[in-house]
């Protein structure tokens, strides 16, 4: 037997303006289309802003449904709206903001599991980390430079 240690590393931000200026414009807009989630059941809203190699970004809010669990998340909304309008293009980094109708959030709110599969596809797709900025409604920010800090074990198309 023998035994493995996984070390994960995140810079955290204590506000918003601690950020550099093209991450806030990310988050501001990430925010700004947080707003426009279709929410109705969870009343947790999310909002995604992708930076792509070719300077466009990409926003996506979540969108729930009725028959859950047939909604779908701001981060993948975003990323599969990106790899069908500009499949050649890489992600460079991505910002992401969740608020509660209920509860206001403080503390910062990563990919859940489905996302960060998703997100990991196209970060080994691309052969190019993708940066992760996470937030709740107000409070801290976290960076991670890649997918493999939030999922360091990740499964791939090498296992199929």
Do not use: W
């Given at each position: 037997?023998?035994?493995?240690?996984?070390?994960?590393?995140?810079?955290?931000?204590?506000?918003?303006?601690?950020?550099?200026?093209?991450?806030?414009?990310?988050?501001?807009?990430?925010?700004?289309?947080?707003?426009?989630?279709?929410?109705?059941?969870?009343?947790?809203?999310?909002?995604?802003?992708l930076l792509l190699d070719n300077g466009k970004v990409i926003l996506g809010s979540n969108q729930e449904n009725a028959a859950y669990p047939s909604g779908l998340c701001a981060e993948r909304t975003a990323?599969?709206?990106?790899?069908?309008?500009?499949?050649?293009?890489?992600?460079?980094?991505?910002?992401?903001?969740?608020?509660?109708?209920?509860?206001?959030?403080?503390?910062?709110?990563?990919?859940?599991?489905?996302?960060?599969?998703?997100?990991?596809?196209?970060?080994?797709?691309?052969?190019?980390?993708?940066?992760?900025?996470?937030?709740?409604?107000?409070?801290?920010?976290?960076?991670?430079?890649?997918?493999?800090?939030?999922?360091?074990?990740?499964?791939?198309?090498?296992?199929?």
């Amino acid at each position: 037997m023998k035994e493995i240690e996984i070390t994960t590393s995140f810079t955290i931000f204590d506000t918003l303006n601690e950020l550099p200026t093209e991450i806030q414009d990310l988050m501001h807009q990430a925010i700004e289309v947080r707003k426009k989630a279709y929410a109705p059941y969870s009343k947790f809203k999310v909002g995604a802003a992708l930076l792509l190699d070719n300077g466009k970004v990409i926003l996506g809010s979540n969108q729930e449904n009725a028959a859950y669990p047939s909604g779908l998340c701001a981060e993948r909304t975003a990323i599969f709206y990106a790899g069908s309008t500009y499949p050649e293009a890489k992600i460079l980094k991505m910002a992401i903001t969740a608020a509660s109708d209920i509860n206001q959030t403080t503390a910062p709110i990563p990919p859940c599991g489905s996302c960060r599969q998703s997100i990991a596809e196209y970060e080994i797709k691309q052969d190019t980390p993708i940066e992760i900025y996470f937030m709740g409604e107000i409070g801290e920010i976290y960076k991670s430079s890649s997918l493999k800090n939030l999922l360091p074990l990740m499964f791939d198309k090498k296992f199929l």
